[in-house]
Nanobody, 118 residues
Framework: QVQLVESGGGLVQPGGSLRLSCAAS????????MGWYRQAPGKQRESVAT???????DYTDSVKGRFTISRDNAKNTVYLQMNSLKPEDTAVYYC????????????WGQGTQVTVSS
């Protein structure tokens, strides 16, 4: 059974930083691309960052230069380091594997809430 457990969210002031973690199990993590996604109130879920099994990364334009995705295959964990946070980054953040979303587009974990506010 696939499990994705996100953690690390919270309330932070504009300009602050957070590091999100996602512990994955139940599939071949080390050979799977992984991604972070977010959904803000009243908006559709969007892809924020992806990382391939060999470490190549891609980011949506709005977070380039501020967010960094990384992975630790020994721990089956993917991270999202978020710096210079803005109020518009406020959302519930989820991790997932793109291959899994193609098969099960509605299979998401509980996510972790990130709120950027003064």
């Amino acid at each position: 059974q696939v499990q994705l457990v996100e953690s690390g969210g919270g309330l932070v002031q504009p300009g602050g930083s957070l590091r999100l973690s996602c512990a994955a199990s139940g599939f071949a993590f080390s050979i799977s691309s992984m991604g972070w996604y977010r959904q803000a109130p009243g908006k559709q879920r969007e892809s924020v960052a992806t990382i391939t099994s060999d470490g190549r990364t891609d980011y949506t334009d709005s977070v380039k230069g501020r967010f960094t995705i990384s992975r630790d295959n020994a721990k089956n964990t993917v991270y999202l380091q978020m710096n210079s946070l803005k109020p518009e980054d406020t959302a519930v953040y989820y991790c997932n594997a793109p291959f899994r979303l193609k098969l099960f587009p509605n299979a998401w974990g509980q996510g972790t809430q990130v709120t950027v506010s003064s």
